[in-house]
């Protein structure tokens, strides 16, 4: 089955520029999907089709994508950040794949 | 406002059967596509199925693992969307959100959620 992969973890200090990566095989043919997801709550997209911002989220979060990788940076992550990030795609049969999340520290 | 409220979640047996919902408004459910994602207790978000719109064929795709056992349905008139679930087993157990599809054929994501029905298979 396809997987999309993500690191476990990161963790940055406030202030500094986080970096959460998912690799996956239909990436450079595929738009790649970013959410975050709060303790206790359900999840809010946060990128979509690859760079674009949803309204109402805050312009330090960006994403793009490089053959098999993409990638959501927070540009001067705050403490309000702290969250864990999912990358999601479709695959080639039309099904929807997750990665298995980043939680990213943010202290 | 887009809202999606999931209802019908419970703890059910092994092998018995649970009939979730999802009651939408705020936009036009008839023309839009609609999924099911579920997250187990501590663990990531599972993509568990979706239906298309009758206009796009009313088509349904499901995960490997509950293809056969979940079967999605939706009621265009009173804008709500149904997951029937049948033959649970423990590794069901999980939170299970409604969402709104956007984007096209074959590279579609989920733009609103709802905030999820608990589902506890349990003996």
């Known amino acids: 089955s396809y997987e999309l992969t993500q690191p476990p973890s990161v963790s940055v200090s406030p202030g500094q520029t986080a970096r959460i990566t998912c690799s996956g095989d239909t990436l450079p043919k595929k738009f790649g999907y970013w959410y975050q997801q709060k303790s206790g709550q359900a999840p809010v997209l946060v990128i979509y089709?690859?760079?674009k911002r949803p309204s109402g989220i805050p312009e330090r979060f960006s994403g793009s994508s490089s053959g098999t990788m993409a990638t959501l940076t927070i540009s001067g992550a705050q403490v309000e950040d702290e969250a864990a990030y999912y990358c999601y795609s479709a695959d080639n049969s039309g099904r929807g794949v997750f990665g298995g999340g980043t939680k990213l520290t943010v202290l | 406002e887009v809202q999606l409220v999931e209802s019908g979640g419970g703890l059910v047996k092994p092998g018995g059967s649970l009939r979730l919902s999802c009651a939408a408004s705020?936009?036009?459910?008839?023309?839009?596509?609609m999924s099911w994602v579920r997250q187990a207790p501590g663990k990531g978000l599972e993509w568990v199925g979706h239906i298309k719109s009758k206009t796009d064929g009313g088509t349904k795709d499901y995960a490997a693992p509950v293809k056969d056992r979940f079967f999605i349905s939706r009621d265009d008139l009173q804008s709500t969307l149904f997951l029937q679930m049948n033959s649970l087993k423990t590794e069901d157990t999980a939170m299970y959100f409604c969402t709104r599809d956007s984007g096209i054929d074959g590279d579609f994501y989920s733009d609103y959620w709802g905030q999820g029905t608990l589902v506890t298979v349990s003996s």
């Open positions: 705020g936009f036009t459910f008839s023309n839009a596509w």
């Open positions: 089709e690859d760079s």
